[in-house]
């Protein structure tokens, strides 16, 4: 499952601001979105992702990617970084 794979990640970007930097920048191999977060807050995310041809993946829940991140607290969004 993702949730896996954002944990097993060398290097990730917690935060939809950050991650479309990195998106922008052509650093990211994968997004993770959370299903549960505003879709106003991950709808810029999941565009530029689309328009950069960057596989992207929806969990269910921000909390529990939150913590697949190490943080406690909830995440809209993780950039997978190379």
């Known amino acids: 499952m993702s949730y896996e794979k ?32 505003d879709p106003k807050v991950t709808a810029n995310v999941l565009q530029t992702a689309i328009d950069l041809n960057v596989p992207y993946t929806k969990v269910d829940s921000m909390k529990k990617l939150g913590k697949s991140c190490g943080i406690d607290v909830g995440a809209a969004a993780v950039a997978i970084i190379q």
């Open 6 to 37: 954002v944990s097993q990640a060398k290097d990730v970007i917690v935060g939809t601001k950050q991650a479309v930097k990195a998106l922008k920048a052509g650093q990211v191999t994968e997004v993770v979105i959370a299903e549960d977060a």
